[in-house]
């Protein structure tokens, strides 16, 4: 096999030999490439977007589902520091993944194992108001709560609880189920 000297050309082979994903589009954003995979499955919506930066670094790797909003809110603001997969004890650093062999296994563990976790919504006429993320797999007590109402600062806080209120449903949804990794 070929030596691959990129993370574009690494994720690409490695999602599209997949046979799971379709080529890639591509679009710019100021000083960032994203590159936004979709799966070939027909009924499938999950979606993965890579960030690149140039001198050859990963910013990200986002998997995105418009069933999880929580997830997707979650993942939003989630970028890729120079330590990430770093054994040594360091963490964080700069910015982004050099490309080198030890974060390429972090990033094939990322994409072979898939989401672990869930997300619990509260719905109520079909309309999701509010999800819980659980993605701490030993700490159930451990979340992330996202509001997606227009209510106001005061009323998220001393309004009734979405919990609470009549005929709201409760869904849960297993993020292995939205993305469960390449095979």
Request: hydrophobic share 35%; no cysteine.
């Given at each position: 096999?070929?030596?691959?000297?990129?993370?574009?050309?690494?994720?690409?082979?490695?999602?599209?030999?997949?046979?799971?994903?379709?080529?890639?589009?591509?679009?710019?954003?100021?000083?960032?490439?994203?590159?936004?995979?979709?799966?070939?499955?027909?009924?499938?919506?999950?979606?993965?977007?890579?960030?690149?930066?140039?001198?050859?670094?990963?910013?990200?790797?986002?998997?995105?589902?418009?069933?999880?909003?929580?997830?997707?809110?979650?993942?939003?603001?989630?970028?890729?520091?120079?330590?990430?997969?770093?054994?040594?004890?360091?963490?964080?650093?700069?910015?982004?993944?050099?490309?080198?062999?030890?974060?390429?296994?972090?990033?094939?563990?990322?994409?072979?194992?898939?989401?672990?976790?869930?997300?619990?919504?509260?719905?109520?006429?079909?309309?999701?108001?509010?999800?819980?993320?659980?993605?701490?797999?030993?700490?159930l007590n451990f979340n992330y709560s996202y509001?997606?109402?227009?209510?106001?600062?005061?009323?998220?806080?001393?309004?009734?609880?979405?919990?609470?209120?009549?005929?709201?449903?409760?869904?849960?949804?297993?993020?292995?189920?939205?993305?469960?990794?390449?095979?």
């Open positions: 096999m070929q030596e691959l000297k990129q993370w574009k050309e690494f994720i690409n082979r490695v999602l599209i030999e997949s046979g799971e994903f379709e080529n890639p589009k591509a679009e710019f954003n100021g000083d960032a490439e994203i590159e936004t995979f979709k799966s070939i499955e027909q009924n499938s919506l999950t979606e993965i977007r890579v960030g690149y930066l140039k001198d050859n670094l990963l910013i990200y790797l986002h998997i995105f589902n418009p069933t999880v909003p929580g997830y997707n809110k979650y993942v939003e603001g989630e970028y890729f520091y120079k330590h990430n997969f770093s054994e040594d004890g360091e963490s964080y650093g700069n910015p982004a993944l050099e490309f080198n062999a030890r974060n390429r296994n972090g990033i094939l563990s990322i994409l072979k194992n898939g989401l672990k976790g869930k997300e619990v919504q509260f719905v109520k006429n079909n309309k999701i108001l509010k999800s819980k993320l659980y993605i701490a797999q030993y700490d509001d997606f109402t227009e209510r106001g600062f005061w009323n998220k806080i001393f309004g009734q609880k979405i919990d609470k209120m009549n005929g709201i449903e409760k869904r849960e949804i297993e993020l292995n189920k939205i993305f469960s990794g390449i095979k």
